[in-house]
């Protein structure tokens, strides 16, 4: 072997080798191996910036109660999108099989922009937050690494831009995909909401069938499973739509707003890392301010009259709920169908009422002077 090829073998053992020390024990239950193209892949320059993208869409950098998670690997601190993708991906190859499937279940999220949902908020979509889906196959077509590792395995661009054509990675809400299954157990693990044998269990009790649409869907052995898994997802709901999570994904998307305003950030800076990104603003006294103010936000109250003389927000949010298959008599039904708590929640969380303005009682003078008004 050559010297280049030495330096190149210790080079991607050394990679190996980190990766592994990112892998959480959920994505050892997932599937009991990571096939090549999934490894090649996740060390591409997209995916690993992707290390640096939380799960909570900058809410975990306040000091909200709500938001102190435990950390997910021996290198993994925060519940990021490369952890998601890569589990939604195992997930994929557990229940399909199939290569083109995986990979597309991995590369869903490579366009997903710092602080992730925020840039939703930005761009005014607080309730179906899809807008930072764009640009994945372009940014896919970008990358010489993801280009170079689907040509060896002979997979075409458009078999893996679009994780919405395959049933399993994702589907219609309110069924479950590997997405939304991945995102629901990593949030009942980092939340500690359930142990690593709990989760075992509901995944172990997952199959594919097919569904009333005649698609292929994941779906519970029994509905005492399936009943646990829609309630927690439940659960996890009314974080994402809790007034903390909501005023501080506003007060990060007018923060942004305004940093890019003042020219402190570039449009394309929000497509790095988060590091960066908070770097450049504390680089500014008026932005550094706003964010070492978001940095000690730990409270809010709400009124139904805006208050005077403060920032305050008064914005939706995604509803996000799961009503799961499981097997009953050689068919399949959904658990609000036969679960009266699962319904009544669900109800529930629909008559959320975003209708307040959210505001903090102390310690945002910063964004009363430059967010007030926007």
């Known amino acids: 072997m050559s010297m280049q090829g030495c330096t190149q073998g210790r080079m991607r053992n050394r990679m190996n080798a980190d990766m592994e020390k990112r ?24 995916l690993c910036r992707l290390a640096d993208v939380g799960m909570h869409c900058g809410c975990d950098y306040s000091s909200f109660p709500m938001f102190r998670f435990q950390p997910m690997a021996e290198q993994a601190e925060r519940y990021t999108r490369d952890l998601h993708s890569m589990g939604t991906a195992l997930i994929v190859q557990h229940f399909t099989g199939d290569l083109k499937q995986s990979a597309a279940g991995l590369l869903h999220d490579i366009a997903t922009p710092v602080f992730a949902h925020v840039v939703d908020f930005l761009k005014g979509d607080h309730v179906c937050q899809e807008a930072t889906e764009e640009a994945t196959e372009e940014m896919i077509g970008a990358s010489s690494g993801i280009m ?45 909401r359930k142990s690593l044998e709990e989760i075992r269990l509901l995944y172990e009790s997952l199959s594919c069938i097919q569904n009333e649409k005649g698609e292929p869907e994941l779906a519970f052995a029994s509905e005492r499973a399936a009943e646990e898994f829609a309630l927690g997802a439940l659960e996890n709901s009314r974080m994402y739509t809790a007034d903390e999570d909501r005023y501080c994904m506003q007060y990060l998307a007018d923060l942004l707003k305004k940093s890019l ?53 008064r914005v939706p949010s995604k509803l996000r709920w799961i009503d799961p298959l499981f097997r009953k008599n050689g068919g399949a039904v959904r658990i609000s169908e036969t679960s009266s708590r699962v319904k009544a929640e669900i109800e529930k969380l629909r008559s ?23």
């Not at 892998?23 to 997209?46: A, D, K, S, V």
């Not at 929000?270 to 680089?283: A, C, D, P």
């Not at 706003?290 to 936000?297: A, D, H, S, V």
């Open 261 to 313: 305003e003042w020219g402190v950030l570039q449009p394309e800076d929000l497509y790095g890392t988060e590091k960066r990104v908070i770097g450049l603003l504390q680089r500014d006294e008026r932005s550094q301010r706003l964010w070492e103010e978001y940095r000690k936000l730990s409270r809010v109250c709400t009124t139904d009259q805006r208050p005077e003389g403060c920032y305050s927000v």
């Open 148 to 192: 170079e590792a689907l040509r060896k395995y002979g997979i075409r661009v458009e078999e893996v831009s679009d994780y919405h054509r395959y049933p399993i990675a994702d589907n219609p809400s309110p069924g479950l995909s590997a997405d939304r299954l991945e995102y629901t157990l990593g949030n009942f693990y980092c939340r500690g």
């Open 23 to 46: 892998f959480t024990p959920l994505m050892r239950l997932y599937h009991n191996e990571i096939p090549g193209l999934l490894q090649e892949l996740y060390e591409t320059p997209p």
């Open 352 to 374: 959320t009422d975003f209708d307040v303005w959210i505001y903090v009682p102390e310690g945002a003078e910063a964004a009363a002077r430059f967010l007030q008004n926007m």
